[in-house]
């Protein structure tokens, strides 16, 4: 080769070199920005209506000098990008929307499309139908310049603030409002909610369907649906439509309104399915409806029927009709007993279990009275019952109310009668039998009563009339009262009954039978007993306990046969014939004495 084309090929690749060079050191820099746009998916948005703006970002970038790719991509990304929506006066466009949401963090914007971005916004009430553009203020670090710097990037970079905007349409599609709710349901019944409501805007409704959903558990529809639809067919501007539903309150549900949500679906004027937003009202259950029950006077006794009287108050909320007092004395069965229900009080046996008291406005009293038994071996004070109001509910139902506490008196256990003899006269022939009287000066004792400071008693061999004290010593009248006296050997009686055809609370009345004693029977006192068969002051018919009574059998050395009309006699005549033979021997000693002087007279000479 000459040295001439050695000198040429030189040359050439120096200069080779030298590009080659220039140009690597050309790709170790990149400058750019990012070129960022927005849109949203939605745009229609309804007065009024809470609804979600979904904006995305769209960053097409834009490198001014190119370089290596990491580097590029670095210029053009919208590094911890914030997005605010702008409304109000921070805007010079007419924006009709309340934002709900405030800044948003997105993070890194790079090339190509990010989001959505949710804002929570309300269109203003009065918003007239449009298209509007909505202001999106984006902030974030731009690295505008990138360089390579023997493996580590050099960057230079500034805090970006710019505004991109969105379009958005608000629309005058029907929408609606709850004007009137009206009705009642109360915890523990059942009610009927009327809810009106109005087409608020210019457009019709078309085959408009209306989805009622209360969402607090303590108010239900009666169906047990979770949803009830109602068809409204067409659905004009301004039209007001009405919608009754039937609810169940729990029992426990307290006094504050319960959410009720609407929903209605419809074809709008381009017969496309439409949705108006959520419709939402409250319905307030009234509060539980409440009694007091007071105990009154009480006539329960141990062992005994009688009645007791309570006091019924209706405390609101609202006026009942039908009431009626229910008395079961039954309670819910401890867990683990078989029975569903055991006795409040098993000592109290009830005899009337409902009393009607009629409609009760709220404040309105009245009282009840119920009949019940107590058994003998109860002990006698206070008794704890249990007591219940039953009445109409708001659909006309019957409603059973808590149960209530009412405290009543039971009295020891009373003799109804006091009994006690009065006096014993031997039978004189004078008119005897069942009659009845009062004697002034009986003074008849309870129980195993005796004859006032006299004693009473019948001859052996004798009958007697024996007179008896009568008092009513209960708290209540009782009428139709029999008699029945019981003797036994050497004791009987021909005439043991007697009646009273009634006898008043501390009234006594004297009962007269005959009795008998055996000529054997031996000198004391012998027992009788009487018991009452009667009707009550509620005409029911009782046997009263048993009464113990002396009957006294005297000889006439105590005394006794001579207060006997017939003892007296038969004395008498006793003496009248001793005294008839006295001096009838008297007489004939006499003569048999003149008779033995005659003979000594006659004969004595003789001798």
């Excluded at 002990?379 to 109001?389: C, D, I």
């Excluded at 409603?399 to 003899?421: C, G, K, L």
Aim: charged letters at 30%; hydrophobic letters at 35%; a negative charge.
């Amino acid at each position: 080769m000459s040295r001439i084309r050695r000198v040429a090929v030189v040359a050439l690749v120096c200069c080779l070199l030298t590009a080659g060079t220039a140009l690597v050191a050309a790709n170790d820099t990149v400058s750019g920005d990012p070129d960022i746009e927005a849109f949203a998916p939605e745009t229609a948005f309804v007065p009024g209506e809470e609804s979600t703006l979904q904006v995305s970002l769209n960053n097409r970038g834009d490198v001014s000098e190119e370089g290596f790719d990491d580097l590029e991509s670095e210029v053009v990304t919208a590094h911890e990008t914030t997005a605010r929506v702008l409304s109000g006066d921070e805007t010079d466009r007419d924006v009709p929307f309340d934002v709900r949401t405030g800044e948003q963090t997105v993070g890194d914007v790079p090339r190509g499309v990010t989001g959505p971005i949710d804002f929570t916004v309300v269109p203003d009430e009065d918003a007239e139908p449009g298209v509007y553009q909505v202001p999106i203020r984006l902030e974030y670090r731009n690295v505008y310049n990138a360089e390579d710097d023997n493996g580590a990037t050099l960057r230079d970079e500034r805090v970006e603030t710019e505004t991109v905007f969105v379009d958005v349409e608000i629309t005058d599609r029907a929408q609606f409002a709850v004007t009137a709710v009206d009705g009642a349901v109360q915890a523990g019944d059942t009610g009927a909610v009327n809810v009106t409501m109005r087409n608020v805007q210019n457009e019709t409704a078309r085959e408009a369907s209306v989805a009622a959903t209360p969402v607090d558990p303590d108010l239900t529809f009666t169906t047990e649906a979770g949803t009830t639809e109602t068809y409204v067919d067409d659905w004009a501007p301004g039209e007001n439509r009405t919608f009754t539903y039937r609810f169940d309150a729990a029992a426990e549900a307290t006094p504050r309104a319960s959410t009720l949500e609407f929903d209605v679906e419809y074809r709008d004027a381009e017969r496309a399915d439409a949705a108006a937003r959520t419709v939402r009202t409250g319905v307030t259950p009234l509060s539980r409806q409440a009694f007091d029950v007071t105990g009154l006077e009480s006539s329960l006794e141990v062992g005994k029927d009688g009645s007791f009287a309570v006091e019924v108050r209706n405390d609101g909320p609202r006026a009942v009709e039908n009431a009626v007092v229910a008395f079961d004395n039954e309670a819910p069965a401890p867990e683990g007993v078989a029975a569903d229900t055991i006795p409040a009080d098993e000592n109290v046996v009830p005899r009337e279990t409902r009393v009607t008291v009629g409609d009760l406005a709220v404040g309105e009293t009245a009282t009840a009275t119920f009949d019940a038994g107590i058994r003998s071996d109860a002990n006698p004070g206070n008794r704890t019952l249990n007591l219940a109001v039953r009445y109409r509910g708001l659909d006309d139902d019957v409603i059973v109310s808590n149960a209530y506490d009412a405290v009543v008196d039971v009295r020891p256990e009373q003799e109804t009668f006091a009994v006690s003899p009065v006096e014993l006269s031997s039978d004189d022939g004078s008119e005897g039998g069942n009659e009845t009287g009062d004697d002034g000066n009986a003074s008849p004792s309870d129980g195993n009563a005796t004859d006032a400071g006299r004693t009473a008693g019948v001859a052996p061999g004798e009958t007697a009339r024996y007179d008896v004290v009568v008092r009513n010593t209960g708290s209540e009248p009782v009428s139709d009262v029999q008699a029945k006296l019981f003797v036994d050997e050497p004791i009987s009686s021909d005439d043991d009954e007697a009646f009273v055809t009634s006898l008043d609370p501390g009234e006594e009345t004297t009962l007269r039978f005959e009795v008998s004693a055996d000529g054997g029977a031996a000198p004391k006192t012998y027992s009788a007993a009487m018991d009452f068969r009667y009707d009550d002051a509620d005409g029911d018919e009782q046997l009263s306990d048993t009464y113990r009574l002396p009957v006294e059998v005297a000889t006439d050395d105590g005394g006794s046969v001579l207060r006997s009309p017939v003892g007296i006699v038969a004395l008498l005549s006793a003496l009248a014939l001793g005294a008839a033979a006295v001096w009838k021997r008297g007489r004939v000693s006499r003569a048999l004495s003149r008779l033995r002087q005659r003979a000594r007279d006659r004969f004595g000479g003789n001798r």
